[in-house]
């Protein structure tokens, strides 16, 4: 069994730690990536950390992760809301799937609150900040050994 996690980040989320510190904290992308290899490490695991600011590169990511991954961390940003599209690919995941955010999304506008992600998600962690990634990390090397 593989033990590579992809970790996949969606649209505008390299611009994390750089605008709106109240809802998304400070921390950047670069670092919430270092914070995943530390704990995958730890656990065993490698990951594929990846940002993409469009659908279709989000879309390919999930069909390589058919082959080469054991589970999907997925924070798919603006797309959760809005592309069947990515559904659909990772209806294809037979592994399991955690989708995340680093807000609670259903706090805020009515537009955040219905993910499309969500109805093929194993688990969905919200609202815990750049630290949701290291325990989502930890749940995925659960769920992928422990079902
Ligand atoms: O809380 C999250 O992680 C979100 O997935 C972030 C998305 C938003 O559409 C979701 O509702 C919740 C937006 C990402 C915007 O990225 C930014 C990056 C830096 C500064 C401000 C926004």
Do not use: W
């Not at 998304?24 to 995943?36: D, F, V």
């Not at 961390?73 to 037979?94: C, H």
């Amino acid at each position: 069994m593989s033990k590579r996690i992809f970790v996949l980040n969606g649209p505008n989320l390299n611009l994390l730690g750089q605008r709106e510190p109240a809802i998304y904290g400070t921390t950047t992308l670069a670092e919430i990536e270092m914070r995943c290899e530390t704990k995958a490490r730890g656990l065993g695991y490698a990951i594929d950390f990846r940002q993409t600011n469009f659908e279709g590169e989000l879309v390919e990511s999930v069909h390589q992760a058919r082959q080469e991954a054991c589970g999907i961390i997925i924070n798919p940003a603006g797309y959760s809301f809005t592309s069947v599209a990515l559904l659909d690919s990772l209806k294809m995941f037979d592994g399991p799937k955690i989708e995340l955010h680093i807000s609670n999304i259903h706090t805020r506008e009515a537009i955040y609150h219905n993910s499309l992600v969500s109805r093929t998600a194993t688990a969905v962690i919200a609202g815990l900040g750049a630290a949701g990634y290291e325990l989502a990390i930890e749940a995925m090397a659960g769920l992928v050994e422990r079902g």
